[in-house]
């Protein structure tokens, strides 16, 4: 680990050495601006009353190809490049998205920290916010602020106001002076999936609602397992080691794993602590297992022989997969077990970031991003890839699918309880860190210590990304 961050260190150190011999990007003054409809007869007037300054009034994306760098695959693949593929037939401006499959996030995250700044970097990226933020250390990202608030290119104060708020500011950066690194184009929550026929055999009515129920049914499952399992074995709860079920099982206590006043990491915490203490006493009891190959526990989940599992709600159709070609039994998903008297939700997503390449590629990126993110386009990439639209108008369009994924429904509506985990640099580094705690506390290390030692790491990593920015 020490020597990936010396390694990011010097990209970094190099990739601001390239900033730094070529000049920064700035709107150009083209030759020809757009064509406008001409004010057909329209009376005589008093001069208008000059408004801001728009930097991208003149610039003209005609005829531009945009590369998109993104992680879906599948369906979520087929449904987006349908969507391209309309922008690409119906933009006025000839401007072409060319979409590329470049791997999980990390993939594209170890990609991306190699060509900052040069001439290989793409258009448009997915990316989550401590990603942004690690990126924008070598200056390497457009702050779109200028494009949103743009009079001529940008989002209308009622479109503007039509963004769910806490999604729409979430790309918002105070570390780099309220730059806009991102904009977001759809958000997952991390939820518990749970099977209902299972819990009605075990006893329950429902699902639980806190840490104590949720240890007491889990360790129930193990004792009794499913009536319509297809696969042997038995288990209450499958713990895939992962940052963010820690940072949601600690918000679940009540906690957080960043302190934002102090700017400091804090997976010390009483609440992480009492959250990865429960984590542990599952293990010791023999209700929960460590999940040992990837999405093995969805698997394990449709074949009737586990009780919950948490994760994202972008996997519902995985889930339904999984069922329909396993146990076939009724499900759901519900809020993570809390000690708070509401549910603390983790919701994350990744947004679309923009490095900087020419004006005129920067702008007809942002005049795509507009077209994805508008109502229609949202509610159709929202069906297809069970993520939630970013636009309430958006989600009004969703009654049917609603209706007919209730599981979806469900998540949909815990989304006023979200939290979100830290947008700062260098958190893909401190994940790896939190994972190999998660493991050890898991395997029986001591959780005091553990937490202790992931903090001081953690920080430690998080003053090496900030020094960058003296």
């Known amino acids: 680990m020490r020597g990936k961050r010396v390694w990011l260190l010097v990209v970094l150190t190099v990739a601001a050495l390239v900033l730094t011999a070529c000049p920064q990007a700035a709107p150009a003054q083209p030759?020809?601006?757009p064509a406008e409809k001409p004010a057909a007869e329209a009376p005589a007037k008093e001069a208008a009353p000059e408004g801001p300054e728009d930097p991208w009034a003149d610039v003209d994306p005609s005829g531009q190809t945009i590369i998109f760098w993104h992680q879906h695959s599948r369906q979520r693949e087929e449904a987006l490049n349908e969507i391209i593929q309309e922008?690409?037939?119906?933009?006025?401006?000839?401007?072409?998205?060319?979409?590329?499959?470049?791997?999980?996030?990390?993939?594209?995250?170890?990609?991306m920290l190699a060509v900052l700044n040069t001439e290989d970097?793409?258009?448009l990226v997915v990316a989550y916010q401590n990603q942004a933020a690690t990126y924008q250390l070598a200056d390497a990202l457009v702050d779109m602020t200028s494009l949103v608030e743009s009079p001529k290119w940008g989002l209308t104060e009622e479109e503007k106001a039509d963004f769910f708020p806490a999604f729409f500011k979430q790309d918002i950066f105070p570390t780099f002076g309220n730059a806009r690194l991102g904009f977001p184009p759809n958000r997952?929550?991390?939820?518990?999936?749970?099977?209902?026929?299972?819990?009605?055999?075990?006893?329950?009515d429902g699902p639980p609602t806190t840490p104590d129920e949720f240890k007491e049914m889990a360790c129930k499952a193990v004792q009794q397992p499913f009536s319509k399992a297809t696969a042997e074995g038995s288990m209450g709860y499958e713990l895939s080691i992962d940052a963010s079920r820690f940072a949601s099982w600690t918000f679940a206590f009540g906690g957080d794993i960043f302190d934002y006043e102090k700017n400091q990491y804090t997976y010390n915490s009483e609440a992480a602590i009492a959250a990865m203490n429960f984590i542990q006493d599952l293990f010791?009891?023999?209700c929960a297992s460590v999940v040992t190959e990837r999405y093995g526990d969805q698997t394990d989940f449709g074949a009737g022989r586990l009780l919950f599992t948490v994760g994202s709600s972008s996997g519902l159709p995985y889930y339904r997969a999984a069922v329909g070609e396993g146990a076939q039994f009724d499900w759901s998903v519900a809020a993570i077990p809390h000690v708070t008297p509401d549910p603390v939700m983790n919701i994350y997503g990744a947004s679309v970031s923009m490095?900087?390449?020419?004006?005129?590629?920067e702008l007809a990126t942002w005049i795509f991003v507009k077209y994805f993110t508008s109502p229609d386009v949202q509610a159709k990439w929202?069906?297809?890839?069970?993520?939630?639209?970013?636009r309430k108008s958006a989600a009004e369009k969703l009654t049917d699918y609603f209706e007919a994924n209730p599981a979806y429904k469900t998540a949909f509506e815990l989304l006023p309880y979200g939290k979100y985990e830290p947008p700062v640099p260098g958190y893909d580094f401190v994940r790896d860190k939190v994972r190999e705690a998660m493991a050890a506390i898991a395997d029986g290390a001591d959780v005091q210590s553990t937490l202790d030692q992931l903090t001081e790491e953690a920080n430690q990593i998080l003053a090496e990304q900030m020094a960058e920015l003296k």
């Open 31 to 33: 030759a020809e601006a």
């Open 87 to 111: 922008f690409n037939d119906t933009n006025e401006y000839n401007i072409t998205v060319v979409a590329e499959y470049q791997g999980h996030y990390g993939d594209i995250f170890n990609k």
């Open 121 to 123: 970097v793409p258009d």
């Open 188 to 204: 997952s929550m991390e939820v518990m999936y749970y099977n209902i026929e299972w819990l009605k055999e075990l006893g329950y």
């Open 284 to 286: 010791n009891n023999g």
């Open 355 to 361: 490095p900087k390449t020419t004006p005129e590629r």
């Open 382 to 390: 929202a069906m297809v890839s069970n993520y939630f639209p970013v």
